[in-house]
């Protein structure tokens, strides 16, 4: 099978730790020809391939300046996210979210979104499935990736017809830091990285890459969620 990330250029924000340095590593794997890693933290990488960008996404400056920096992209992969305990009585917490988990992917997407397009290329955002079903022990975190997934049902239905594709990862549990209090079975980085790649080169359109997600897959695409995105889709047209 012809392999489609082969010679290619992939951005992925958040790449100092967890899912993000996982993905780095995956796209590696794939073959790709250049991997921007966006990291709010100074990193090298042994590989050549590997170029590192100071990337915070909610600064506008060095989205910017990142932005210049690309000459070309086919992927873009919006891992970049926070995820707090919270009761919802701080509004900055919860604001802070939709700073990092929406607005974040928003920003980034409206840079390179002109690369995109030249190239036909994906977005990739990587959510949760407290997008779908908060988790109410972290519930500004779960009203941002529930935002970030309205965010890329928009994007799809807006971007489809320049010929740009938007799947949206929804993750379990994941053996990260970001998760490491939660006592329950966690998916290892690098498999959830790898069903990512496998997700986008399938073209699903939602990604389900862990056992616990995985579970709602096969009653997914024929689920009433999906159905109503398409029909409001059409309103487009």
Do not use: C
Not at 73 to 85: E, Q, S
Not at 199 to 228: N, Q, R, Y
Request: overall charge negative; aromatic content about 6%.
């Amino acid at each position: 099978m012809p392999n489609p990330f082969a010679d290619r250029s992939v951005l992925i924000t958040g790449t100092n730790r967890g899912i993000g340095r996982a993905l780095v590593e995956e796209a590696l794997l794939r073959g790709v020809q250049r991997v921007y890693a966006g990291t709010r933290v100074p990193l090298t990488h042994a590989d050549p391939r590997v170029t590192y960008l100071s990337l915070d996404v909610t600064d506008e400056a060095q989205i910017e300046a990142a932005a210049k920096t690309v000459d070309s992209l086919d992927v873009l992969i919006n891992n970049a996210g926070i995820a707090a305990y919270d009761d919802l009585g701080d509004r900055a917490l919860l604001e802070r979210h939709l700073a990092v988990n929406l607005f974040g992917p928003h920003a980034v997407t409206t840079a390179f979104l002109p690369h995109l397009v030249e190239a036909r290329g994906s977005i990739v955002n990587v959510l949760s499935l407290a997008a779908i079903a908060s988790f109410p022990i972290i519930p500004a975190y779960s009203i941002s990736k529930a935002a970030a997934f309205s965010l890329t049902q928009s994007q799809r239905a807006l971007l489809g017809p320049q010929g740009v594709r938007v799947h949206a990862v929804l993750t379990g549990p994941t053996d990260t830091e970001m998760s490491r209090d939660l006592d329950v079975p966690k998916a290892p980085p690098a498999s959830v990285a790898r069903a990512i790649f496998d997700g986008v080169a399938a073209g699903e359109e939602e990604i389900f890459p862990d056992p616990l997600s995985a579970a709602l897959a096969p009653s997914w695409a024929g689920g009433s969620v999906k159905v109503l995105e398409r029909q409001n889709a059409a309103l487009l047209s």
